[in-house]
């Protein structure tokens, strides 16, 4: 064990994981942070706290993530490196490690055109790859990205990162992996996969350079509500493909949410079965009360507990 | 060339406010290029101040106004009206505005200067004429030679340095569906080159103390070289 983290104990035990994602508020009440941690807090092992994800002001990821921590659930902090430079991002990873957290997920973060303030100037002093490598020798090598030595209490998170097996070039997304495991990544949380059979070629991928033995991924699913929010993300959400069956399996459902759900937990159930995935990463977007039905019809409930 | 556009005339009308007797200097060089300030751009401007009341007591476009000894040369014989004048007006990039201050102070003169136009970037001309875009934002830390020639810090929305992100689909940027994604741009030279090792490679963090602004270069004659 690198660290502290319940989500490395127990993907290094090997259990399948779970993992599920809750979005922080656009004010400044904790309520709702609060009360879906609570409801989630026996069915997942560690939830994301997105950082101002699609690019909107929300709170703030280390901040919405101590509300979850003090509702029993461990957080997973995303860290973007859209708005904040090197610096800020090593005082936050310093401030996040004192206050109890211990995963942090290293993203690019969604391009600000995107959200309520696209006249904002973006950052990415450093990208992805970068952030990956950067908190990987804070803690392995106690060194600041300068190369100073950090003296005392070096930060030691669990690294996570992102993989998006439907982008382009498809090749390439399974050399970006491994330049990510290089560069100091443990776990991977993939974009939400309604293309199993895309996916499945991506995992074929993975297991021939030898990844799945370094590296425990997490394959995203996302439990649709509609038809139309299946066709949204079919044509509106970059960097995704949702196969027409799905749009036409929820169109023809008599009850398209009861449909939602069982599509879901089919994916999770037909994840499980492919070799070298680890854990399934659940993100109800805007529906995050449904994660502990999808969680137990799954058959991964109980959750395990960490040593 | 720097890319400019020209800003609306309501944007520039309130800073000539009860300023009259105006001088009007264009560019030939980049914004003639590019059609914003060159010496047809500064007749229209002409035009259309003495349409909104004003008198244009002189005009015209040096060579390269952001070369000093251009408009220098250029403001030579127009001593006169530049001592009469309430206000110039420079249809250049913001450093063509800055020489224009430049060339007024060296003679002892206290002027408005107004700017007309935008600067939008180092811009290169990919169609004569017609079209113009920006390919290099001049970082200071040159990884053209990593990348098959493509600028990913200029061509990739993010300015990622070790491949495409997320958002790469049909070999488009999300963020605006009509543009290339960079990196795949890159990938396909890359691969067309038998050098897509290059992109396995770990980029590390760029040095952005080379974009400390503001950047200078200084001839150095024992050298023979201007060193930055």
């Given at each position: ?307 | ?5 020209a800003k609306p005339m309501e944007e520039i009308m309130p800073y ?98 107004v700017s007309s136009?935008n ?110």
């Open positions: 064990m690198k660290t502290e983290s319940k989500l490395e104990s127990i993907l290094n035990k090997g259990e399948f994981a779970v993992t599920a994602e809750i979005g922080p508020p656009k004010h400044s009440s904790p309520e709702a942070i609060k009360h879906h941690a609570e409801m989630m807090r026996d069915y997942v092992d560690a939830t994301n706290i997105t950082d101002c994800q699609t690019a909107i002001v929300r709170m703030s990821s280390i901040a919405a993530g101590l509300h979850v921590m003090k509702n029993g659930i461990e957080p997973i902090i995303q860290m973007t490196c859209r708005d904040r430079n090197r610096i800020a991002m090593q005082s936050d990873l310093l401030g996040a490690y004192s206050l109890g957290v211990r995963n942090v997920l290293c993203l690019s973060g969604d391009h600000q055109k995107f959200g309520n303030h696209p006249t904002a100037k973006n950052v990415y002093d450093i990208d992805s790859m970068q952030l990956i490598n950067m908190v990987r020798r804070m803690r392995d090598d106690k060194v600041f990205l300068c190369g100073e030595e950090i003296k005392q209490a070096e930060p030691r998170f669990f690294i996570g990162a992102v993989a998006n097996p439907f982008a382009d070039p498809f090749e390439f997304r399974v050399v970006r992996l491994e330049k990510k495991i290089n560069a100091g990544a443990e776990f991977i949380q993939t974009q939400c996969i309604f293309d199993m059979e895309r996916f499945e070629r991506f995992m074929e991928m993975v297991r021939q350079r030898g990844l799945h033995e370094r590296v425990h991924i997490l394959a995203g699913v996302t439990p649709l509500k509609s038809w139309r929010a299946a066709k949204y993300m079919q044509t509106s959400v970059s960097g995704m493909i949702v196969p027409d069956e799905i749009v036409e399996r929820l169109k023809k459902a008599e009850d398209p949410k009861k449909e939602g759900i069982e599509i879901c937990i089919e994916q999770i159930k037909h994840i499980r079965n492919i070799p070298g995935v680890h854990g399934v990463h659940i993100m109800a977007i805007a529906w995050e009360e449904i994660v502990p039905e999808i969680v137990q019809r799954a058959g991964l409930y109980p959750r395990p507990k960490a040593e | 060339m720097i890319g400019t556009i000539l406010e009860g300023k009259d007797n105006l001088m009007v200097i264009g560019c030939n060089g980049c914004a003639k290029a590019i059609h914003s300030g060159g010496e047809a751009e500064v007749n229209q401007m002409v035009a259309e101040l003495e349409k909104r009341g004003k008198k244009v007591i002189a005009a015209g476009a040096p060579e390269r106004t952001c070369y000093i000894q251009h408009t220098r040369a250029f403001l030579e014989p127009l001593q006169q009206e530049l001592n009469d004048c309430g206000a110039i007006v420079v249809m250049g990039c913001g450093g063509a505005v800055q020489i224009v201050r430049q060339a007024t102070e060296e003679k002892h003169l206290l002027k408005h200067i136009l600067s939008i970037g180092h811009f290169d001309t990919v169609v004569p004429g017609t079209e113009f875009v920006e390919q290099c934002m001049e970082c200071g830390d040159c990884m053209l030679n990593m990348t098959g020639s493509i600028c990913p810090v200029t061509k990739c929305a993010k300015g990622l340095l070790n491949g495409p992100c997320g958002g790469s689909q049909n070999g488009k940027c999300e963020v605006n569906p009509d543009r290339d994604c960079a990196w795949v741009l890159i990938y396909n030279r890359l691969k067309a080159l038998g050098e897509l090792d290059k992109m396995q490679q770990y980029q590390p963090p760029k040095d952005n103390s080379k974009i400390t602004r503001p950047r200078r270069a200084v001839y150095n004659e024992k050298t023979g070289t201007a060193l930055a």
